[in-house]
Structure formats: structure tokens, C-alpha cells
């Protein structure tokens, strides 16, 4: 959850003090405030007096586990989009160009791409915290969004994972079973649909959508084969 939390909290502390006409939304912004919270959460952590009982070597299991998924999430998604790492089709280019919108705006809202002198009229709040996000990766824009890609692939692997996992009412190991098939179904479920169409039409002729990134992938693996 640590990074799911802390990016977030950056991200409105600046989105907010950024809609006030403050020139945060910035490397530097970024920096400061990460080091504002840094040193709130120490002196938070320090005046507690008792911290929770658990058991190390459980939890040390679960965390590893996470990590685990969270870094096999990333590098497929890092894999797959370094086949096809273009930033077209569907809603890519405006995603894309909302995210280059922030990382040039210092104060808020962004001034829209499209419509000169108007403000992004868009719920964009999601496009925010990916230009904060590449701010922390230090590369250019186009490289970052693929990265953020990955990254919310890794986090919804290892998220999904804890979240099943607390939810499953027995011993470590069902645990931690729990926690994989539900990790699996939410991360790669909803992807199989390329599977299925396979099988019932014996075939992806006319598919589109996920086809399209599936057959690119596959061609460009088996080239390199």
C-alpha cells in the first residue's frame, strides 16, 4: 500500500496547493513536499508508544510475496509494451498529452492541449498523478508513460493479492492461495477474452482491441526466437 499511498498523498497535497495559483507542480515541488510528509510521518511513527504485536516471520512471507507479484506485474507489463510502445489508438494520445500538459504546468489547472487559453475541463485527476509518478521515474515523458503502465499492472498484482488474501478466513498457506488466484483473476482475468474468442472462432479474424497488442507481441517474440 506504501506506494499506492504515498504517491497519492503527494499528489493532492500538490494538486491542491497548485489550484491556488502556487508554482509546486514541479521537480522541486515534488521534492519538497515528499520531504515535508518524510518528516511528518518520522516524527508520527516516533510518538507511538506501543506498536502491534504480529508475527514477523507470517508477515515477512506476505510482503515477500507481494513484492514478488508486484515486480513480475511490472516486467510483463514493461515487456509487453516494449514491443509496442507506441502512443496511439483508443484514448493513448489524449491520456498522453494530459499527462505532458501537468509535467509542463507548474500552477493549476493545466491549460487544455487542444483549446488554447482554456483549462483541462476532463476528470484528469488520474493524468495527474501519473505526471507525478514519472516525476520519481526522471525520464522523458514518453518513456514514463509506459512505465506507469507497468507500474499499475504491478500494483493492482500485488494489491489484488493482499486484498484476497485478508479476505481469506484460514491457515497461512490457503492464505497465500487465496491471495494468487484472486491476484490472477483480477490482474490476467479480464485479458483471457483473447482466448476465448480464439477458441470459439477458431480464429481472430475480425477481433479487435486486445488482438491487435496480442498478435503484435507474439509476432516480435517469435521474430526475436
Known amino acids: 500500500m506504501g506506494r499506492i499511498l504515498v504517491t497519492l498523498a503527494i499528489s493532492l497535497v500538490i494538486w491542491n496547493l497548485g489550484q491556488l495559483g502556487i508554482r509546486?507542480?514541479?521537480?522541486?515541488?515534488?521534492?519538497v513536499v515528499s520531504a515535508i510528509l518524510a518528516i511528518i510521518s518520522i516524527l508520527v511513527f516516533k510518538r507511538r508508544k506501543k506498536m502491534p504485536k504480529t508475527d514477523f516471520r507470517e508477515t515477512l512471507?506476505?510482503?515477500v510475496m507481494e513484492e514478488y507479484l508486484f515486480l513480475v506485474g511490472f516486467w510483463l507489463m514493461a515487456w509487453v509494451r516494449g514491443f509496442a510502445p507506441e502512443i496511439r489508438t483508443l484514448e493513448k494520445f489524449m491520456d498522453y498529452g494530459f499527462i505532458r500538459r501537468?509535467?509542463?504546468s507548474p500552477t493549476l489547472p493545466a491549460e487544455d492541449m487542444w483549446m488554447a487559453g482554456q483549462s483541462i475541463n476532463y476528470y484528469s485527476f488520474g493524468h495527474f498523478w501519473a505526471s507525478v509518478v514519472?516525476?520519481?521515474f526522471r525520464v522523458e515523458p514518453a518513456y514514463g508513460?509506459?512505465?506507469?503502465?507497468?507500474?499499475?499492472?504491478?500494483?493492482t498484482s500485488s494489491m489484488s493479492f493482499m486484498v484476497a488474501s485478508n479476505l481469506t478466513a484460514a491457515k497461512e498457506k490457503a492464505r497465500i492461495i487465496g491471495g494468487l488466484v484472486g491476484s490472477l483473476a483480477v490482474t490476467i482475468g479480464g485479458n483471457t477474452h483473447t482466448v476465448?474468442?480464439?477458441l470459439s472462432h477458431l480464429g481472430l479474424e475480425g477481433y479487435w482491441y486486445a488482438a491487435q497488442l496480442f498478435l503484435c507481441s507474439f509476432r516480435s517474440t517469435w521474430s526475436l526466437a
Open 196 to 198: 476465448w474468442y480464439l
Open 145 to 155: 508513460y509506459n512505465l506507469v503502465l507497468a507500474l499499475i499492472a504491478g500494483l
Open 61 to 63: 512471507r506476505f510482503i
Open 24 to 31: 509546486i507542480n514541479t521537480d522541486g515541488g515534488v521534492f
Open 102 to 104: 501537468y509535467l509542463m
Open 134 to 136: 514519472i516525476r520519481f
